[in-house]
């Protein structure tokens, strides 16, 4: 299966953002979804995982869903930030495969 | 603190072969699936495989299996990714990558360069 998600998205400090990521195949409320940031020159780090949970650390101006409907699951960002600027995948798995979408570079401008 | 330290990546011409390790500190490493991820320069992440917490199950991408192989020492703290036949398009940032579920990998090293090329 694949992850589609839109190459980039771009907002305004202080409003709301939404990343899509469609799966291609399966159900996307049989496995979790996971959406990591990315800054230039960094690693990978986890700000939604099973589907809307937040790590300790990460403000509660990130928020994850999932629709069934359309199969895919969204990343919000709202109140943007300046250092909210970076690259955003999501993930997910079946039973022996896990599978990142394209990502998604996010600007503020 | 949770660390993950990749090291082996280097150059090494088409045809060659490199063995990645990742050495894990702060955690119980033998309680936590591992995996490697890679990413070609200005590209996205790509998932390379998965190893279960007593290597009872492996798991690699469908079009990377044969040519890497992913292994684990839990007495060592440490994972390892050997790549044989390298190619060009092998050319990428590893990254080790940790988790408490396999297949959902949490926390990340700082990755190594690999780099294939004549």
């Known amino acids: 299966f694949m992850l589609t998600q839109p190459p980039s998205v771009s907002e305004s400090p202080g409003k709301t953002v939404t990343i899509s990521c469609t799966r291609s195949?399966?159900?996307?409320?049989?496995?979790?979804v996971r959406w990591y940031q990315q800054r230039p020159g960094s690693s990978p780090t986890t700000v939604i995982f099973?589907?809307?949970?937040?790590p300790s650390g990460v403000p509660d101006r990130f928020s994850g869903s999932i629709d069934s409907s359309s199969n895919s699951a969204s990343l919000t960002i709202s109140g943007l930030k300046t250092e909210d600027e970076a690259d955003y995948y999501c993930?997910?798995?079946?039973?022996?495969?896990?599978?990142f979408g394209g990502g998604t570079k996010l600007t503020v401008l | 603190e949770v660390l993950l330290a990749e090291s082996g990546g280097g150059l090494v011409k088409p045809g060659g072969s490199l063995r990645l390790s990742c050495a894990a500190s702060?955690?119980?490493?033998?309680?936590?699936?591992m995996n490697w991820v890679r990413q070609a320069p200005g590209k996205g992440l790509e998932w390379v495989s998965t190893?279960?917490?007593?290597?009872?199950?492996?798991y690699y991408a469908d079009s990377l299996k044969g040519r890497f192989t992913i292994s684990r020492d839990n007495a060592k703290n440490s994972l390892y990714l050997q790549i044989n036949s390298l190619r060009a398009d092998d050319t990428a940032v590893y990254y080790c990558?940790?988790?408490?579920?396999?297949?959902?990998?949490?926390?990340w090293g700082q990755g190594t360069l690999v780099t294939v090329s004549s």
């Open positions: 990558a940790g988790g408490k579920k396999q297949l959902e990998p949490d926390f």
């Open positions: 702060g955690f119980v490493f033998s309680d936590y699936a």
């Open positions: 190893i279960s917490l007593g290597s009872n199950y492996i």
């Open positions: 195949s399966g159900s996307i409320g049989d496995y979790f």
């Open positions: 099973q589907d809307n949970q937040r």
């Open positions: 993930q997910s798995y079946d039973n022996n495969h896990q599978v």
